[in-house]
């Protein structure tokens, strides 16, 4: 199978793995993400990263739509294209 570069999860074909993670991410309280504005910008930076392989990120090793969802975090790129909450 051909790697898809810049693909997020969602955008995958769903595996029980990729549904898992899936469901995962939408399990996750409210009040333990952030704003779906801040969001949906820090995926659009994923998304044009070279770094996001198959909806993960070469740098860190994390999915993607999981890390952008933590106010905690942030990308883990030396030019940091999103930064914490």
Excluded: F, N
Aim: glycine share 2%.
């Amino acid at each position: 199978m051909i790697p898809c570069k810049r693909c997020l999860l969602a955008e995958l074909s769903q595996t029980d793995y990729t549904k898992t993670l899936l469901e995962y991410i939408a399990s996750v309280p409210m009040e333990r993400r952030v704003d779906e504005k801040t969001y949906a910008a820090r995926l659009e930076a994923c998304r044009s990263c070279d770094e996001l392989t198959d909806g993960m990120c070469m740098q860190c090793g994390c999915y993607a739509e999981l890390r952008a969802l933590k106010p905690e975090q942030e990308c883990a790129a030396a030019d940091k294209r999103w930064h914490r909450s």
